[in-house]
């Protein structure tokens, strides 16, 4: 019997679960995460007006807490925020250190990368439409602290933040929910079947 199936899905676990138990095996999950935030964060695309670019790391940071689960989660996301605060360029564009205009989106994808992982403990990640939820929900939080972050920092109004800070993104976050409900949910039918 493989390990996957002879670890069936059940009502409080999280994709992370259905491994073999291990304080190892928990450590190369939070690292692993944190290292995939920080990849994705290469992926930066520029928008005219705005301080803040378009990245994969807050895709990777609500895949992250879906996928290990609230604690794990945030421990994944703490690493990469104290690693990169401590001078590891893995931030968007390379960037390191804290302050920045956008350093409040690493805060927020923190706190997202944990109730999403909390979520999806409840099972909110095993359909389309709840994934969805989550996702919107996981993407709320990191512009609630992401937002007046930038405002703070760059001495711009509140209104301004928002529409330098997430009007031009609501487009790419729509892709990486859409992204998200074919994969979480195409996983667990996948580990159901193999169960």
């Known amino acids: 019997m493989s ?3 002879a670890a069936a899905p059940r009502t409080g676990s999280v994709l992370a679960d259905l491994l073999p138990a291990s304080r190892t095996k928990d450590i190369a999950l939070v690292v692993g995460g944190a290292a995939l935030t920080g990849v994705a ?3 930066a695309v520029h928008i005219p007006g705005t301080p803040v670019p378009v990245t994969g790391q807050t895709f990777a940071a ?3 807490g879906a996928g290990l689960g609230a604690g794990r989660g945030f421990l994944s ?5 104290l690693v990169g605060m401590a001078g590891v360029p ?3 564009n390379g960037s390191a250190g804290a302050g920045g205009a956008s350093f409040g989106y690493v805060l927020g994808m923190l706190l997202a990368a944990t109730v999403v992982g909390a979520l999806a403990r409840r099972g909110a990640d095993r359909s389309v439409l709840r994934t969805a939820g989550t996702m919107v929900l996981g993407s709320a939080v990191i512009y609630a602290v992401g937002v007046p972050y930038l405002a703070a920092s760059t001495g711009m109004s509140l209104s301004a933040a928002v529409a330098a800070g997430l009007t031009p993104f609501l487009l790419g976050d729509a892709l990486k929910a859409a992204l998200a409900m074919g994969l979480l949910p195409a996983a667990w039918k996948l580990i159901a079947r193999r169960g």
């Open 3 to 5: 390990t996957v199936s």
């Open 41 to 43: 964060a290469q992926i």
């Open 62 to 64: 609500l895949l992250v």
């Open 77 to 81: 996301l703490a690493l990469y925020a």
């Open 90 to 92: 893995w931030f968007a």
